[in-house]
């Protein structure tokens, strides 16, 4: 028999062998559209390249000049990547923000609606007040945590990075990745920076393949490691200006996590101005200097 009588005998056997199996040693399954996670709809995926993907960060950021924000915000504290983590009560804040980077956060308490928090970062530097404890703290926003009630660590530079996605810087190294299998669908813009002879992270941003929306942030240390992880839903438009309304701020080293849920929001609001921004020591409150 020849080369290719013997292929052709060898096919045929295969076809019945696979005709006549028991169908217990069959397996068959159903692989999911890309980043469907069981959803019912089937939305095509969307294409773009990193220009592409770059612009719609911009649009996102350039039209934000300032903002006053009333919302629901709900922290935990714990191991966020595994073991125990304990929620809080939701309490109502506000944020307000004013370019270049001056943020000021307050939080209410939920039982008698008094200030529990109120804190201002402008420029490297932030100031926290604690009427509870009647606690005044200062410091750089480099300053390492000093409190081991870690909700107390809480900096206001930790919402402006989140709340803010920038664009890329020009000495970014940008790479982009297509990150598709049967639970996600997303394009991934990486950014890097050149350190001596190696590269370091710096940054990564997540766009949905349905809809191009952002929907996370990553920052990292000078290590590699995550510092901050934000996760961005329900974009709605403020004002003419398109921002997310729920947004999940993950600190991993600091061990906390805080959701904010848009109550109201003014974009763009006039009357936030720099004096908004002034926070002075109480007289009577402990002053604590982190260095």
Request: net charge neutral; charged share 25%; glycine share 4%.
């Amino acid at each position: 028999m020849g080369l290719s009588g013997a292929r052709r005998e060898l096919a045929v056997i295969v076809l019945l062998t696979s005709l006549c199996f028991p169908s217990c040693l069959v397996r068959r399954r159903v692989v999911a559209v890309p980043g469907k996670t069981g959803k019912k709809e089937n939305r095509p995926l969307l294409t773009a390249t990193k220009a592409d993907l770059i612009e719609r960060v911009r649009a996102v950021y350039d039209p934000v000049r300032s903002f006053s924000l009333k919302v629901d915000m709900s922290p935990s504290i714990g191991n966020l990547y595994g073991g125990e983590v304990t929620d809080f009560a939701t309490i109502t804040g506000y944020i307000l923000f004013l370019r270049p980077d001056d943020i000021r956060v307050i939080g209410q308490d939920p039982v008698i609606h008094s200030t529990a928090f109120d804190m201002v970062s402008m420029g490297n530097d932030f100031r926290v007040y604690i009427p509870p404890k009647s606690e005044f703290i200062t410091g750089q926003n480099s300053s390492p945590p000093a409190s081991s009630n870690k909700l107390e660590n809480l900096r206001p530079v930790a919402f402006l990075n989140s709340l803010l996605i920038r664009p890329p810087d020009p000495e970014d190294i940008l790479v982009l990745e297509d990150d598709i299998d049967e639970t996600k669908a997303v394009y991934i813009l990486m950014m890097f920076r050149r350190d001596a002879d190696d590269l370091r992270p710096m940054r990564s941003l997540y766009f949905d393949r349905h809809t191009l929306e952002i929907s996370r942030q990553k920052t990292f240390d000078d290590k590699g490691y995550i510092t901050s992880d934000a996760q961005y839903t329900d974009w709605k438009y403020y004002n003419h200006v398109r921002f997310p309304s729920l947004i999940d701020i993950q600190r991993p080293q600091d061990g906390y996590e805080v959701q904010l849920s848009i109550v109201e929001m003014k974009m763009n609001a006039a009357d936030v101005t720099p004096a908004k921004f002034v926070l002075n020591q109480p007289p009577g409150s402990h002053l604590k200097a982190l260095k």
